[in-house]
T-cell receptor, first 113, second 113 residues
């Protein structure tokens, strides 16, 4: 059963804590993405990776960090420097530069208490 | 930066009616995609239309693209309660060579049984 998995589905964090959101894909896709979605808003790009061991900042990278040590994994860390981290986080992948469609995971809802 | 803007922001119709959503964008593109998002879930790719296509069909979906007006429309015919979701258009960012997408804020469709 191929696809993208994200965990956990819901995450609660106290202010000042770092948390890591998991994203795994078994589609053998080259590129992976992290988006943030706020209520009534579209998706905003946080970070993306076109290839293993390389990643680029998106539009709202401040307060976030990522790694891409394996092709199938692209974890996102929300650091204490992110001032307003409460949001819905979506991970996506794309087969390669020759393909346009992105495949999305089910999302993680992060709430800061 | 916002590339695609959907209109209307919200749409409420009865089952069996047609639903039309529009997307306007600002710069030249080589393709435009539509995605669907059920509440609290990830996005699902619906259809891609290329700049040299004027119309494309997929089941009950019909997408048009007018590059002279920089606009696209998504028509869902004979809507069902299960079509209730948010619909987003997405356009390539920066010429599309890296495959990054810019998403609009979406149209929230409610189909009443």
């Amino acid at each position: 059963d191929g696809g993208i998995t994200q965990s956990p589905k819901y995450l609660f964090r106290k202010e000042g804590q770092n948390v890591t959101l998991s994203c795994e894909q078994n589609l053998n896709h080259d590129a992976m993405y992290w988006y943030r979605q706020d209520p009534g808003q579209g998706l905003r790009l946080i970070y993306y990776s076109q290839i293993v061991n390389d990643f680029q900042k998106g539009d709202i990278a401040e307060g976030y960090s990522v790694s891409r040590e394996k092709k199938e994994s692209f974890p996102l860390t929300v650091t204490s420097a992110q001032k307003n981290p409460t949001a819905f986080y979506l991970c996506a992948s794309r087969r390669s530069v020759a393909y346009n469609e992105q495949f999305f995971g089910p999302g993680t809802r992060l709430t800061v208490l | 930066s916002q590339q695609g803007e959907e209109d209307p922001q919200a749409l409420s119709i009865q089952e069996g009616e047609n639903a039309t959503m529009n997307c306007s964008y600002k710069t030249s593109i080589n393709n435009l995609q539509w995605y669907r998002q059920n509440s609290g879930r990830g996005l699902v790719h619906l259809i891609l239309i290329r700049s040299n296509e004027r119309e494309k069909h997929s089941g009950r979906l019909r997408v048009t693209l007018d590059t002279s007006k920089k606009s696209s429309s998504l028509l869902i015919t004979a809507s069902r309660a299960a079509d209730t979701a948010s619909y987003f258009c997405a356009t390539p960012r920066g010429g599309g060579s890296q495959g990054n997408l810019i998403f609009g804020k979406g149209t929230k469709l409610s189909v009443k049984p």
